[in-house]
């Protein structure tokens, strides 16, 4: 069965990096867009980014524009969120999701509903 699991949530200062990490299993991986979704708490789910299964699309949300990037290994399964200039507002639970259709259209890869499976989530805190 389909499987996702996330990596590298921790505590960060201010200003500084994370990466983090998606291992997937039980799908052939590279034929996918996958996404990266976060949650504070009281607040909706949010849309982070999505890239799709070549690694030549990359889709962001505008509070993490030139600041996170998203990237793939397909060869490892694996997906990844590089987090830069850290803010105390991106903290929250990091998901990381697998897109339903091989064949989204543009702006279906920024909506939670286009995604049919979900990691559980690694917290990612921000604070001095």
């Known amino acids: 069965q389909v499987q996702l699991v996330e990596s590298g949530g921790d505590l960060a200062q201010p200003g500084g990096s994370l990466r983090l990490s998606c291992a997937a299993s039980?799908?052939?991986?590279?034929?996918?867009?996958m996404g990266w979704f976060r949650q504070a708490p009281g607040k909706e789910r949010e849309f982070v980014a999505s890239?799709?299964?070549?690694?030549?699309?990359?889709y962001y949300g505008d509070s993490v524009k030139g600041r996170f990037t998203i990237s793939r290994d397909n060869a490892k399964n694996t997906l990844y969120l590089q987090m830069n200039g850290l803010k105390p507002e991106d903290t929250a639970l990091y998901y990381c999701?697998?897109?339903?259709?091989?064949?989204?259209?543009?702006?279906?890869?920024?909506?939670?509903?286009?995604?049919?499976?979900w990691g559980q989530g690694t917290q990612v805190t921000v604070s001095s």
């Open positions: 890239i799709n299964g070549g690694n030549s699309r990359t």
């Open positions: 039980g799908f052939i991986f590279s034929l996918y867009y």
């Open positions: 999701a697998k897109v339903r259709s091989r064949y989204p259209g543009i702006d279906d890869t920024r909506t939670r509903e286009s995604y049919d499976y």
